[in-house]
């Protein structure tokens, strides 16, 4: 079993599969009287040209590190944001791009951070290390199926950083 280790979310890592949603540096803009920051557009969302935008609830059975990753998928209509409705670390895992999965990187999201997968990207099931595991999902609601699975020949050993 190959075995890799999670490392902590950042912009910079994560670039290559989708953007890292969270209030990072100073707000783009000042609203509501001056008392909310507004951190602007942060994520490329991608629908394709017959889905929509739609919003629904996840409710994943928390995980534990050391996790054993045997499958990923990839949505290849559209983007998939995951928005933690909880302050607790995370897991996110991706695989590099092809027709099938490349190297698999793991990550720990922050309490706090979302993400948005970039349209095609391989990615590891929702990953939750703490209940409640409830995310909104902004993702392509269409007639497409727009899921692939792909099981791994060899399963990966994730630990934690």
């Known amino acids: 079993m190959m075995e890799i280790k999670a490392l902590p979310l950042t912009r910079a890592a994560f670039a290559p599969f989708g953007d890292v949603l969270d209030i990072a540096g100073d707000p783009d803009k000042i609203i509501n009287q001056g ?23 996840f409710n994943a059975e928390a995980r ?23 302050q607790n670390e995370w897991l ?29 990207t391989w990615h590891g099931v929702l990953t939750p290390l703490h209940a409640p595991g409830l ?6 609601i269409g007639d497409t199926a727009n899921l692939e699975e792909h099981w791994l020949d060899t399963p990966v050993l994730i630990t934690g950083p």
């Open 35 to 57: 008392l909310c920051g507004r951190y602007h557009d942060r994520a490329q969302l991608d629908f394709g040209p017959e889905g929509r935008a739609g919003i629904s609830l």
């Open 64 to 86: 534990a590190l050391p996790y054993t990753l045997d499958l990923v998928e990839r949505h290849p209509d559209g983007s998939q944001a995951f928005l933690p409705m909880h």
């Open 92 to 120: 996110v895992i991706v695989a590099e791009a092809g027709e099938t999965p490349g190297p698999i990187h793991a990550f720990v999201a922050a309490p706090g951070q979302g993400i948005n997968f970039h349209r095609g």
């Open 135 to 140: 995310f909104a999902v902004v993702d392509r």
